[in-house]
Structure formats: C-alpha cells, structure tokens
C-alpha cells in the first residue's frame, strides 16, 4: 500500500492500539509506503471516555497524551522523512455540543497538518466500540438499524458542516455491528437519501472520501465506504445553451469532483498496508479511476491562520493550509502492484 492517511498508535491510544510511533513508522517506511499519516484520537471530556480509560486517564492527561503525540511524531518526521512522506494531524470526534470546541481548541494549540473527521458516536453512544454498545445507541435512536443509521448521517452532516475536514473518515462506520453490515444502504432509502446528502456536501467542500481498509481487516466484504457510495449517481439538471429546456444527466461522485484517498487506519505493526491487494480489486470494481494522496506544505512565512484578510476567524480558521492534493491514477498503482508481487518462482521458495 503506497498511501495510508489514518493510522494508531499502542504509545497514544493505550486503550485499543500497539507499539510505539516510532515502530508504526518504521514498518510504514519498510513495507513501501511513500505517504503515512500519524492520526492519534483527539482528547475527550471524562463523561465520553471508553471503559479502558476510566481510572487510568483524566481529560487532562489525554491533553498530556495527545501534546506528547505532537512532540514525537515532529521528531520522527525529522529522523525518518527523507525515507517516507510523514503526515501529523489527528481524528476528530464528534460527540456531543462540546466536540466542536474541543476540536478548535487542539487546532490552535498544534500545528496539524490536517485531521480525519470522524463520527464514532450516535446519541452519545459509541458505535464501533463492540455489539452491546452499539445496541444501546440503537435503542436510544428508536431501536433499529435504520434509525440509528439516519441518525449516524445526520451528525455526520452536522460535523461536516462545522468542521468541513479535508478527509472524511470510515464514511459508513455505522455498517460495523448492524445487523447486516454488508446488507447495503440503499434498502433504506430515507437513509440513502441522507448518505446523497452528505456525499454532495463533501464534494461541495472539497473533501476527500477515506477508502479505509479496516473494514475488511474487520470481516466486512467491502471497505467503508461501501461499493454503493462509491457509485453512487446523483441526477443532475444542465442546462443546454439556447434552449430553456433542462436535460438530466447522471454523475458519479467522481464526475462530480470527488476524491479518494486510502487509509489502513492501523492500530499495530501487524496491520500496516494490509489488505491492500483486496483493497485495489474493490478499487477497479468501484470504477475509481484515481487515488489522492496529501503532502505537507509550508505555508508563506506571513500566512495568519486567523487573519482579517480571509475567510478565517477564530471559530473557523482557514482550511487546509498545510497540506496539498496529489492524484495517481490507479492504473499506474495496478502496474506498481504488480511490479512489487513476488514471481512465481519467488513465491514457489517461500
Ligand atoms: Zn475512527
Ligand atoms: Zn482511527
């Protein structure tokens, strides 16, 4: 796997994830990767925290955690970023009112080079966490699959409204413990009409769609997002010039100018690149015909994140200043793969 924007660390998210950063990054550079994102968890209130932390963390030690973070991964792009490209940002929650100011908040105390905006949450309650905790959020959303996936769309929407991240997380997490993860969602079409919804604000923003390979890792037969979002058609009416009347056309989120980049979203040595070779089939089956990845930018000497001359406040800092957009074509990544698969005879000797 050449790209990989997510990824944990044992060191920094002791809860659920091995080794340190500096081992997830030396198995990154020796497994080929050529861009790999350090993405730690961002801090959470002690009400949100996960049962492993409760007793071993306070709010204010996750900050400790997460400063630390920043701390080694600048020092490991130092050591290590003339053999792989080093990404530092983090993946965001959205939780409750507070998550947006605790997301602005760690924006402004270290220089990021993006984040994942993510949703692990419904109702408060964690849906990736394991099957009971994802059936408690299901009752809390009215007791099925389909509410509480409307409901997981609808803060979905509400945090890219707020935070527009430059790469969307897991799109379809919610899939994970439902009662048919691989079941689709356009059998519930309110829901579909949500997942269109967020999909056209995206590319509306200029976000990039996460292929995140955990899914399959996890069992599911598709990574998030699922084959139907990632062709999915929208109708769209143009106008023809010289004629009052509208001609229909279909788009796909890529005609539209959507993006896709790839993540392991690793949370040990042994799950960095994994599933990659599955991961490009899904691509070509998915008609993807071009993969995005990041790279860090330094902006001018007198660029003001906050300044009066742009957009940007200090409720809503301008975007992505750091980090740029590269695209390969995914043939060019078929040809690469194939170059770097064992021969025959190699594979014969192991
Ligand atoms: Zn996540
Ligand atoms: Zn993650």
């Known amino acids: 796997m050449p790209f990989s924007h997510h990824s944990h660390s044992g060191q920094f998210c002791p809860g659920h994830a091995k080794n340190t950063l500096e081992e997830m990054v030396q198995t990154a550079i020796s497994s080929g990767m050529r861009v790999f994102?350090?993405?730690e968890h961002m801090p959470r209130d002690e009400?949100?925290?996960?049962p492993e932390e409760v007793g071993n963390q306070t709010a204010e030690s996750l900050w400790d955690l997460i400063d630390d973070f920043y701390q080694e991964a600048t020092r490991l792009r130092m050591w290590y970023g003339h053999q792989m490209k080093i990404l530092i940002g983090f993946e965001s929650e959205w939780i409750r009112k507070s998550s947006l100011r605790l997301v602005r908040m760690l924006q402004a105390k270290h220089d990021f080079d993006f984040f994942v905006g993510s949703v692990h949450h419904v109702h408060t309650v964690p849906i990736d966490f394991d099957k009971p905790t994802y059936d408690r959020a299901r009752m809390a959303a009215g007791g099925s699959d389909e509410k509480l996936f409307g409901d997981y769309f609808d803060s979905q929407y509400d945090m890219l409204k707020a935070l527009e991240p430059q790469l969307v997380g897991h799109f379809d997490l919610i899939r994970l413990f439902s009662d048919e993860p691989d079941g689709g969602l356009k059998r519930f079409p309110g829901v579909w009409q949500k997942v269109i919804r967020n999909l056209r604000h995206v590319v509306r923003y200029g976000g990039i769609l996460e292929l995140n390979s955990a899914a399959l890792r996890k069992g599911l037969k598709e990574p998030y997002p699922c084959l139907e979002v990632c062709q999915v058609c929208y109708v769209k009416r143009q106008p023809r010039p010289n004629c009052a009347v509208l001609t229909i056309a279909e788009q796909t989120f890529q005609m539209m100018g959507g993006k896709f980049a790839m993540s392991d979203d690793s949370h040990a040595v042994d799950q960095v690149a994994t599933h990659y070779i599955p991961l490009m089939r899904f691509i070509a089956k998915a008609?993807?015909?071009a993969i995005?990845?990041?790279?860090q930018v330094e902006p001018p000497d007198d660029y003001d994140e906050y300044g009066d001359d742009s957009e940007g406040s200090i409720d809503r800092p301008?975007?992505?200043?750091?980090a740029s957009v590269s695209c390969v074509c995914v043939e060019e990544l078929f040809e690469e793969?194939?170059?770097?698969?064992?021969s025959e005879d190699e594979e014969y000797q192991q």
């Open 287 to 289: 008609e993807i015909s």
């Open 47 to 50: 009400v949100d925290f996960y």
């Open 292 to 295: 995005c990845h990041l790279n």
């Open 337 to 342: 793969a194939v170059d770097d698969s064992p």
């Open 318 to 322: 301008r975007r992505w200043p750091k």
């Open 37 to 39: 994102a350090l993405t």
